[in-house]
């Protein structure tokens, strides 16, 4: 079990640039999801995928955003135009299905907006 | 609405000591999972301690426990033996259905020596 392992670990850009950030999950978790936390907050849901297939977005998630997750293995989260306002943590997370089965977390991508 | 309140922002517990962090949630479902989560300063969020709403008993992992009242809607979590690995911030979480988690505010959990 190597975890869920997120790219990069930091990233810090320019307003107006677009970023992109990986996560690879548990290879056997079919669920994903991403979250945003910022400083001294609790994790804010954004999106989850069931395989490849997005099920949920946060109203959090405006149209600057979109993630996918093609294969149904690893995911992408991109941001275009960045605004200040989008400095945060962005975590990933994935789980087996059912609700019982606990998120397991990634180190998380930390995005810092100049 | 579905939320979840920590009311502490931090707590603080001497080494060897119990404490206990609160959380109270809002929601009009039956049938939900809570969930404790540590992260500790600069490290991945961790798993502690999970409950179902439908089981009465209260859970344990080793020195970790929750105090469940559905009624009250609130879900504690009791740290015993407190030790300098536990000091993180601590998150309670709800899961309704099979979707995402909605998370407390944390609480941020020092142990002193």
């Known amino acids: 079990d190597t975890g869920v392992s997120q790219d990069p670990r930091h990233k810090i850009t320019k307003r107006g640039q677009n970023v992109t950030f990986r996560c690879d999950p548990i290879?056997?978790?079919?669920?994903l999801y991403w979250y945003r936390q910022t400083l001294g907050q609790g994790p804010e849901f954004l999106t989850y995928?069931?395989?490849?297939?997005?099920?949920?977005k946060s109203r959090l998630l405006s149209d600057r955003f979109s993630a996918e997750r093609p294969k149904g293995s690893f995911s992408t989260l991109e941001i275009q135009r960045t605004e200040q306002g989008d400095s945060a943590m962005y975590l990933c997370?994935?789980?087996?299905?059912?609700?019982?089965?606990?998120?397991?977390f990634g180190d998380g991508t930390r995005l810092s907006i100049l | 609405a579905q939320t979840v309140t920590q009311s502490q922002p931090e707590m603080s517990v001497q080494e060897a000591e119990t404490v206990t962090l609160s959380c109270t949630y809002d929601?009009?479902?039956?049938?939900?999972?809570l969930f404790w989560y540590k992260q500790p300063p600069s490290r991945q969020m961790i798993l502690v301690i999970r409950?179902?709403?439908?089981?009465?008993q209260n859970a344990t992992e080793n020195r970790f426990s929750v105090n469940f009242q559905k009624a009250a809607k609130s879900f504690s979590l009791k740290i015993s033996d407190s030790q300098l690995g536990d000091a993180a911030m601590y998150f309670c979480?709800?899961?309704?259905?099979?979707?995402?988690?909605?998370f407390g505010a944390g609480t941020r959990l020092t142990v002193k020596p």
């Open positions: 290879s056997e978790h079919n669920r």
């Open positions: 997370a994935s789980s087996q299905d059912g609700i019982q089965q606990p998120q397991h």
């Open positions: 929601t009009s479902e039956s049938d939900y999972y």
């Open positions: 409950q179902e709403a439908y089981k009465q």
């Open positions: 995928f069931q395989n490849e297939a997005q099920l949920e």
């Open positions: 979480a709800y899961r309704v259905n099979n979707n995402d988690m909605r």
